[in-house]
């Protein structure tokens, strides 16, 4: 045995390393070996000849950390991992379903949804439907969708009581037809359409349940009740899952994960106790103290411990760094500057990450970085393939191997323009709606009429590409729906600057041809076709594909993503962005029971990234939505200890206030000593309708002042003292 892989273990890691073939779980705090736990096990389980590459499932929570752990496995063992079942839930399920989709009564070239997407065709369904935005709004249904599918329950078993609830089935069966007839698969069809398959096909799933007799996963807390049963008939009664995680990183209850899968798995497997590890290996002891202090303001806790490896006294590293800037702007230009002194100093741009709570913030910070010239890449959201080109290219691409997609061909039927109006289009959908043909057959159908010139060329150019993608490779084939299309040239001659459109479309090239389709097609199950579809995978990909590609591939590139989308990694350097009351923790948040103490977990997830420096941000005034908005600093900013946080100053403008003065609301301009008819500026007040809010700009009006009010959720309002009843609080 290779015994380099179990060195520098501690004993806790190693007893969970070489735990017997039998179920276990490993309960233990941020930073504290989880992650590596699980790979090294997976190693150790190869290298004593436990199991093989074949008879191991390992589910990780992104990409990302599919793609690191097939990494280090690689350093781990001599030999390729790649045809390993590794990778996320919805990976694996989508591995899956590629394998048996006759099975699963898909069409080979099924097509994956992203949220996006399948709001769109959400919409498309009502509006076939007649019913209006006001009677059933496409996102409550998509809600309802997603959430029933992840409960496990189709639209046949819901119970309706009420005309509401009747409706909300109606369409969700309306709904899943149309996926079904179109060959659209959503995220939460992929892995309910897999269960299913498992539990109706004995042949396949004792397959299955034969095959892997190991199944470890990762971020286990944030399995939810679908994807718990799923793991469960995957395992049977002879696979030993191994699973790791973290209660205080639970953050995707929002999506239906649920804590309570940890004490389930503790009872189906028979695990009388969870394994704990408590020394973090990860932060320095200022972040880990900030970490531990912020946590231990949440109530529902499974209670665990985390200290350093040992006390000696540069353990605790720097101190926190916290900024307060003006604007978001001149946040951003903050972060830049520090970043790049970092990068002088010896870090790689690959090991600092920028850190926000929600996707809309990068923007901020991707002007700021593009101004600077540094190289940066964008993880989680989808952000390359969300983009309208991207997506416009694409679907020429789907219609290339499933022109009936109704989707793709009411996205590029006029895109670039091509004289097919609104008009045209209706008639193209009463015609399918009448002889009961999807959107493209009703296009052939109305292509064999000359008067239908315009319609006629569209189908030719589809054709066209039809043919050519058959002789093509898959980058041959996105070039050819390039040049087919006109979408280069449509951005080329259209108003504004659409440099950037047109250098995502070359983008995609270069995506297509780094692509490797995964080991699905060395799998036994294998059909010849799937094999002979690189297009239908890269497709699909490009649903699943989280990361994406500002900089070139291998370039190194600072790190930019939203908190969830950082879970389980660490970076030398994290800023953390947007540390605003109403940002983080959300408005929304706070409305919902538990909500705090869900964004106080995401807090700490945030915090715990960081390896050896840490900065907090954040700004007073923020453009957000197209509105500026003026907020407090988090909450969660003061509830870490003073003594482990410098303030700085900004060097730019003026000193900020320090953190001493913090639990001020902090304000802009005008002196906090001013008195206006009696009120300071900072100061908290309440109205009766509008309820607290803080003072952030003032003026003198006669007697009396006109006030400028954040109200939070309620927003921000002028009023005058004269006529509004306001309280000190
Ligand atoms: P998270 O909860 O954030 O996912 P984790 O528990 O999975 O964290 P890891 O990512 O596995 O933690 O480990 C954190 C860091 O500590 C890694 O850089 C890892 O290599 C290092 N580490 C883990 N165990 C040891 C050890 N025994 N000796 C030295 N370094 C270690
Ligand atoms: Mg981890």
Redesign the pocket.
Known sequence: MDTSLLK???AE?LAAVTWPPAAALVL??????????LTTRIAWLLDTEQASVHSIMAVTFTNKAAKEMQHRLGEMVPYSTRAMWLGTFHGLCHRFLRIHYQDAGLPSAFQILDSGDQLSVIKRLLKGLNIADEVLAPKSLQYFINNSKENGQRASVLSANDVAMRQLVQCYQAYDDLCQQEGLVDFAELMLRSYEVMQTHANIRLHYQQRFNHILVD?FQDTNNLQYRWLKLFAGDSAAVFA?G?DD?SIYAFRGANVGNMSALMRDFGIDAPIKLEVN??SVGHILTAANTLIANNEQRLGKNLRLPDESANAHGEKLRFYWADTDFIEADFVVKEAKARVQEGVAFDNVAVLYRSNAQSRVLEQALFAAGVPYKIYGGLRFYERQEIKHALAYLRMAVHPQDDNAVLRIINMPPRGIGARSIEAVQAVAQDLQLSLWEALLHLATEPKNRKLIVFVELIQNLQIQAQGLDLAETVQAALNLSGLVEHYQNAKGDNQERIDNLQELISAAMAFKPDEVVLDEWASPDTETLPLVAFLSNASLEAGERQAGEGEAALQLMTVHAA??L?FDTVFLTGLEEGLFPSDYSLQERGGLEEERRLMYVAI?RARQRLYLSAAQQRLLHGQSHYAMVSRFVQEIPEDVVQALSSGLKRAQPSLKTREEPLIKAKSKQDSFAGFALGQNVRHEKFGVGVIIDASHKGEHANLKINFGKNGIKELNTQFAKLERV
């Open positions: 520098g273990l501690n890691q233990a705090g941020a930073g504290s070996g989880k992650t590596r736990v971020e790791v973290d990183q290996y990860r879970k389980g660490e715990t």
